[in-house]
């Protein structure tokens, strides 16, 4: 089953998302007809890795041991001794190596293995998965796990390393094994309202930081106008932290990124906006600070599903605004509408 987000616009929220989107703009997705996430993926990849390749593949030093008829490095003597062979005329060495099989490399190369088990995958695609693995000669696959994302290092200077290590973890996460046929598929993480509602909010948030002029964004703790004699701290409070809160001159807004699959709920057969939403934005409104003598207004985001909202409320003195963004439309219509928001 497809995502129910065009590919290429489902890969620019990851580009925003992850802030590579510079590094993302170096693969080209337009021509990609497919809905199918592993395709979107598989391209990515093999592009990227072809890029990497044309530049010069990541190398590293590797420690090696190896029995010699010369000597390279440092001598082993103890086990040269052991062996006898000194009277072969050989030694036992250590030395260091040059190698492009580091794991960084040998990420990219595991996880184009493990897409050619994806069963959707598109034949094409897989053909040139299979002929970009090889292309990466003397590098290891293996069985990636979550602690091999953790400990690889990429240097600054090679940001494109750090965009295509994201695709592949997000790959990783994504891959499922079916135990009783052995078959890999894609599971479709468009489709779980709690990983798209992170990714919305992060792309939301770059998107302002990067695209919309004069703003500055953080999310920032916002304390509760409040005070008790049985819990002076306030420790139980729940703790508010913003999405994201925009700054500009003359200008203070709460901006809360929502993501589900209906714009509204339904509440005794009426259809009304979410009222967690409603109620959680009001609490920041309510309890934070004027910045100098601003009064923060508030902001609900959501994608669109089954229609457009652009909804302005005055409640209990603050302004509350509902939007929702039209994820299916082309790039440059979305592009648009978001920063008519900010106006």
């Known amino acids: 089953m497809g995502s129910p987000i065009p590919i290429a616009n489902l890969y620019y929220l990851l580009c925003y998302a992850w802030d590579r989107l510079d590094q993302g703009r170096l693969v080209d997705v337009s021509p990609l007809q497919s809905t199918e996430l592993a395709d979107l993926f598989a391209l990515v990849l093999c592009d990227g890795i072809h890029h990497l390749a044309r530049r010069g593949l990541e190398q590293s030093y590797d420690v090696r041991e190896e029995e010699l008829s010369g000597i390279r490095g440092r001598i082993d003597i103890s086990h040269s001794l052991r062996r006898s062979l000194f009277f072969q005329g050989r030694a ?75 695709v592949c973890k997000l790959v990783f996460e994504s891959l499922l094994v079916d135990e009783r046929t052995g078959e890999t598929k894609f599971r479709d993480f468009t489709r779980d309202e709690a990983k798209m509602a992170l990714l919305f909010q992060s792309f939301l948030f770059n998107f302002i930081a990067r695209e919309c002029s004069g703003w500055k964004v953080k999310s920032e703790n916002i304390a509760w106008q409040a005070t008790s004699a049985t819990d002076p701290e306030l420790r139980l409070l729940p703790r508010m932290q913003t999405d994201i809160s925009a700054f500009r001159l003359g200008e203070y807004r709460i901006i809360d990124a929502k993501f589900y699959q209906r714009s509204v709920g339904s509440y005794f057969g009426s259809e009304k906006f979410h009222s967690d939403n409603l109620y959680q934005i009001c609490s920041y409104l309510l309890n934070a600070r004027r910045v100098g003598d601003v009064q923060a207004s508030g902001v609900l985001v959501y994608p669109r599903v089954d229609r457009q909202i652009r909804q302005r409320y005055e409640i209990a003195g603050r302004t509350v605004s509902i939007y929702t963004i039209d994820l299916n439309a082309p790039w440059r219509a979305i592009d648009k509408e978001l920063r008519e928001l900010m106006l």
Do not use: M
């Open 92 to 166: 036992h060495c250590r030395f260091d190596e040059l190698t492009v099989d580091t794991l960084a490399n040998r990420i990219l190369k595991s996880t184009l293995v493990a897409l050619l088990e994806v069963k959707e995958l598109d034949p094409k695609l897989r053909h040139r998965a299979y002929r970009t693995a090889q292309l990466l000669h003397g590098i290891r696959p293996f069985r990636l796990s979550q602690r091999d994302f953790e400990r690889v290092r990429v240097t600054s200077n090679n940001l494109f390393y750090r965009f295509l290590l994201g």
